[in-house]
């Protein structure tokens, strides 16, 4: 039984040692869809960004675990294909074709109708899951973490006028 244990510790250990090899050399990872295979390199931030932003669309609540937001994914397949198809073009200039206006480019269009008119959704779950294990969740963990402190100074900071404020009424007031 230990044995085992240890056997599945060390597949698990090697596996992560493979996955971190693949994003440090920017190794593409091949997932297949259908009879169509797709090469996914480390996420880039900005296609990270898009991602996250993507999620927030259909995610409303706070605190909903990972569990609850994959749930989200499921009933939203659009949402899923945009997903997919921005992590397999990974990059701003096969994405948009304007982007400040936010314009998608054709390959964009062509990708993403692929996806929804030529592959399975039972083939998008290896894809979906492989996408979310790239997603470097420490980045907006630490921007949602600086967001609330510079809240909470911003709020210490006018509570401090505010009392202020009062101190100086009341000492004009004792006059």
Do not use: H
């Not at 990872?29 to 996914?40: G, H, L, N, R």
């Amino acid at each position: 039984m230990e044995q085992s244990n240890n056997k599945s510790n060390a597949d698990g250990m090697m596996e992560a040692m493979e996955r971190l090899a693949r994003i440090m050399n920017d190794s593409p990872s091949v997932v297949k869809m259908s009879d169509t295979e797709f090469a996914i390199k480390a996420l880039r931030p900005g296609t990270q960004w898009l991602i996250a932003e993507e999620a927030c669309r259909i995610v409303r609540n706070e605190n909903m675990t990972m569990g609850d937001i994959i749930k989200q994914f499921a009933v939203n397949v659009p949402s899923i294909v945009k997903v997919l198809t921005l992590a397999i073009l990974n990059d701003r200039d096969r994405i948009f074709a304007d982007y400040k206006a936010q314009k998608f480019s054709e390959e964009y269009e062509a990708m993403y109708d692929t996806i929804m008119w030529q592959t399975k959704p039972n083939d998008w779950i290896p894809l979906l899951s492989e996408v979310i294990q790239m997603i470097n969740i420490d980045f907006f963990l630490a921007s949602t973490n600086a967001v609330m402190m510079i809240r909470e100074m911003t709020l210490a900071k006018k509570m401090t006028m505010e009392e202020a404020r009062l101190s100086r009424a009341e000492r004009n007031g004792d006059k």
